[in-house]
C-alpha cells in the first residue's frame, strides 16, 4: 500500500479491506455517499456480515437511480432494516466511505484513496453533510419508484433497439403520450439529457 504522508493508495477493494477491514469492523460512525451498489460492493457485502452495534451510526446517501433496480432497492430497505439511515440524492456524489470522522476512503479509478490528514478529512466531511442535508429520506421517493420499478426493464430494452415512439408504445400497451412521459421520467431519475446518454447511465449502473 504506497502511501505519501497522509494519503495511502490500494489497487482494489479486496485490498482496502484486508488493509482497513478492522476500522470498519470496529468504527462507531460510518458514513458512505455512492452513486450505485457498484462501487463498494465488496464493503457492502463485509458490512452485511457485520452485526451493527446500538451505538454505531451508519449513514448511507445513494443516488435515486438505485431505486430503478429491484435487488437493490431491496438491499436499501435491508439496510434500513438493520438500522442504517439511508437518504436519496438526485445530484451526482463524491463516492466516499467516512470512519468516525478520522479516515476518508474516496473511489479513484480502479482504486481508492485512504486519507488521515485531520484538515482534508474534515473538508470532505463537509461536503458529505452538505449532500446528507440536501438529500431525502428514502421513503419519500417508494411510491414513486415503486410504478417506475415495473415498467423500467422493458422501457430499458425498447429503447436500446431503436424502434420508433409508436412501435415502443404499443409494445408497451400504452398510449404515445403515456410511454413519452415515462421515458422522461427514467431520463430524469438517471440524470440523462438524451437517450442516448441514458443508455450508457443504465449499463453503468447495471440495469442493462
Given at each position: ?16 479491506l ?11 460512525e ?170 450508457a447511465?443504465?449499463r ?5
Amino acid at each position: 500500500m504506497p502511501r505519501v504522508d497522509d494519503v495511502a493508495t490500494v489497487r482494489d477493494e479486496h485490498e482496502l479491506l484486508d488493509r482497513a477491514g478492522h476500522l470498519l469492523a470496529n468504527a462507531g460512525e460510518i458514513a458512505c455517499a455512492a452513486n450505485d451498489l457498484h462501487t463498494w460492493s465488496a464493503a457492502q457485502k463485509f458490512a452485511a456480515e457485520l452485526p451493527f452495534r446500538p451505538k454505531m451510526r451508519v449513514r448511507k446517501v445513494y443516488l435515486s437511480r438505485v431505486l430503478l433496480d429491484a435487488e437493490s432497492a431491496e438491499h436499501v430497505r435491508g439496510l434500513r432494516t438493520l438500522g442504517a439511515e439511508v437518504r436519496i440524492s438526485d445530484r451526482e456524489i463524491n463516492e466516499t466511505i467516512l470512519v468516525d470522522g478520522r479516515i476518508a476512503i474516496l473511489a479513484a479509478g480502479s482504486g481508492y484513496s485512504v486519507l488521515t490528514r485531520p484538515d482534508v478529512v474534515q473538508g470532505i466531511t463537509s461536503l458529505f453533510e452538505v449532500a446528507w442535508r440536501s438529500s431525502t429520506a428514502v421513503d419519500a421517493y417508494e411510491t414513486r419508484f415503486a410504478e417506475l420499478r415495473q415498467y423500467t426493464p422493458k422501457l430499458l430494452d425498447l429503447l436500446s433497439s431503436g424502434c420508433t415512439d409508436e412501435k415502443a408504445a404499443r409494445e408497451m400497451g400504452v398510449g404515445l403520450r403515456t410511454y413519452r412521459r415515462r421515458v422522461a421520467e427514467l431520463m430524469d431519475v438517471l440524470g440523462a439529457t438524451s437517450r442516448f446518454q441514458a443508455g450508457a447511465l443504465a449499463r453503468e449502473a447495471g440495469l442493462l
